[in-house]
């Protein structure tokens, strides 16, 4: 039954990607209005709490601590308003957390913090499109009648969005919320 409902929704997402990437100046963008894209991935976080055993380094991915990879998952729905505009709406939700008792680095396992925080993100966006991707021939044949394929597009953007997100401290056994204790300084 598990692979039925996994085999339905692959369908259905390649599907969708399949005809919404599809408009012409002939209006065929008006029967694709909504697009839907789902997404999973993982989030992490890289700052002064844990990461690898010496003196924290700026922004270099080897200071990232593999074993905090958390799940996160986005969702978005575009809709096009005409074959240049749309306006596009993102959420995402994913989990950070970070510990000093992950390091070796005496100082930082020495200091005991750590935390955990859900993050909430939600966007809105209008986009103008300045070059929209279309698909042509299946084969790059010399000589093949149709529409030639372009695989490239390029669009502007702007927007607002904003996130959430609650960093939490185990005490005791106990989640405590951190921003009421002014802890970032």
Known sequence: MLRKIFSFFILVLINTYAYSQFFDASRNWRKYRHEVYIGAGVSNYMG???????KG??????????????????GSHRYNISYRGAINQKLLY???????????????????????SRVISYS???????????PGHIYN???????????????????????YFNPKADYNGQLVALQPLGTEG
């Open 48 to 54: 002064d709490l844990g990461g690898i055993d010496r």
């Open 57 to 74: 380094v700026k922004f270099i991915l080897i200071d990232l601590e593999f074993s905090q990879f958390k799940n996160s998952f986005q």
């Open 94 to 116: 994913g989990k950070i957390s970070g510990s000093d008792a992950l390091t070796g680095q005496p100082q930082r396992n020495n200091r005991n913090l750590s935390f955990e």
């Open 124 to 134: 809105l966006s209008y986009e103008y499109h300045i070059l929209r991707s279309r």
């Open 141 to 163: 044949l010399k000589g093949a009648k149709g529409t030639a394929s372009n695989p490239l597009g390029l669009y502007v953007f702007a927007g607002v969005g904003g996130f």
